[in-house]
């Protein structure tokens, strides 16, 4: 059954630096569908393509077995996905694998590195994705909370960030550091274990992607995206790219979607990229970074806040326990309990608080269900089972799930969730 396309009846509430109130219902849209692809790009990054490991149903978690089932729409028939990630980016987005990428190593001062994910491409759009955590290896990575100072081009060279590297600069932890500028001479600082692991990528986006970045390549959209441990490895990636080209003078625009991330730069370079990228999308839609986090969702708020860490950008998509999708531009506990409260009321009001930008429109599909009722949400049995599977998790753990990032996007555009079976039109 062919679905319909989006509409302006569809709840729009998707917020960057790039996207205000004022923003366009054709802007909003695009940015939606963005958004919805970037979580799908990051739910697949738990593939590759060895076969053996996606038949063994102990490989990963089940929720990362149901996230690809919902992307692909093989809930009947996981022998498709179970073709490998070549084959499910091929059928599914017409894409061609440029690198899968499998890093297991330490560092010469012992730190660890653990990242998967993919580079892929067609005519239309670049893609590099993340794996989230999947591993006792990545909770090293999770837990190496230290900082280090963000200088990548000398980094890179050794790929990791130096055996003091926590020692140089002014502390290891920078609290109350105030505003600050990009071109200040006392360098940023990120999180250790994330800038470890991002500088380990750095030869794949050399060779892969970075020439695909010039005037004289068509104009792709460049979709960075990843979920959990592998959305902050996106953010920094996408710092990345953003701070090493003009693109408004180059045809390639660029897209960050981050689903669950952890925090992952110090607060003075959160607070001054975000300045630069409000000051710069308010002449151009080229750059969007979209940071989506889940209702209760513990992993958003690590590292701690009194530790100097914060997010890039500062304001959140943020999914409701309804499962609706909500801009806020204050990412705290006070508009959170906001938006859950205006949703469960199905507020209509645009402009309840300074805190939360809310356009709530009911969606052609209907009042989305509460949790309790999650699977009143199921398109079959098996996801029926899945979701009563799920209730038996606190909270915090369960609304970090990347089925749960997933499921508002697909009430919502259930056009962009195709099967793996069927060729798709390439996506621009």
């Not at 919805?36 to 490989?59: H, M, P, V, W, Y």
């Not at 441990?229 to 003009?246: F, H, K, P, S």
């Not at 009911?362 to 799920?390: C, P």
Request: hydrophobic share 35%; glycine share 6%.
């Amino acid at each position: 059954q062919t679905q319909a396309p989006i509409t302006n009846q569809t709840i729009i509430i998707i917020m960057t630096a790039a996207t205000t109130a004022n923003s366009t219902q054709q802007q909003q849209d695009a940015l939606l569908q963005d958004t919805t692809l970037g979580c799908q790009f990051a739910a697949l990054a738990i593939l590759d393509d060895d076969t053996e490991r996606l038949s063994n149903e102990k490989s990963f978690g089940f929720w990362h077995r149901h996230a690809v089932e919902m992307v692909t729409q093989t809930f009947d028939d996981p022998s498709e996905w179970q073709r490998g990630l070549t084959h499910v980016l091929n059928k599914s987005f017409g894409l061609a694998v440029d690198k899968i990428v499998n890093l297991h190593e330490l560092t010469p001062n012992r730190r660890v590195i653990d990242v998967q994910g993919y580079i892929a491409h067609n005519d239309e759009q670049v893609v590099i994705s993340y794996q989230g955590t999947a591993s006792l290896r990545d909770n090293w990575i999770n837990a190496d909370f230290l900082t280090s100072e963000w200088e990548v081009e000398q980094d890179t060279a050794q790929r990791y960030a130096g055996n003091f590297s926590v020692l140089e600069g002014r502390q290891l932890f920078q609290r109350n550091a105030g505003a600050r500028n990009l071109d200040d001479d006392a360098k940023f600082r990120v999180h250790t274990g994330f800038y470890n692991n991002f500088l380990a990528i750095v030869p794949f986006l050399q060779q892969y992607v970075l020439p695909l970045i010039a005037k004289d390549q068509p104009p792709r959209k460049i979709r960075v995206c990843g979920h959990s441990l592998g959305g902050a490895i996106a953010t920094l990636t996408g710092v990345y790219l953003w701070q090493n080209y003009d693109w408004n003078r180059i045809p390639q625009q660029l897209c960050v979607v981050s689903a669950g991330a952890p925090r992952p730069l110090q607060t003075d370079m959160a607070q001054a990229l975000d300045q630069q990228l409000k000051q710069e999308c308010s002449t151009s839609d080229n750059v969007a970074f979209v940071r989506v986090r889940r209702n209760q969702d513990a992993i958003p708020t690590l590292p701690l806040r009194k530790m100097g860490f914060g997010h890039f950008p500062m304001a959140a998509t943020f999914l409701t326990a309804n499962h609706d999708i909500v801009l806020l531009q204050q990412d705290d506990k006070d508009s959170h309990k906001m938006a859950n409260r205006n949703h469960a009321a199905g507020s209509k009001d645009a402009n309840e608080s300074p805190r939360c930008f809310v356009t709530r429109i009911r969606g052609r599909r209907g009042r989305v269900a509460a949790a309790k009722d999650i699977q009143s949400l199921a398109i079959n049995d098996a996801e029926a089972d899945y979701w009563q599977r799920t209730q038996g998790f606190p909270g915090p753990v369960r609304d970090h799930f990347p089925t749960l990032y997933l499921l508002p996007f697909r009430n919502e555009c259930p056009n962009l969730f195709r099967t793996a079976t069927t060729p798709s039109s390439k996506i621009q």
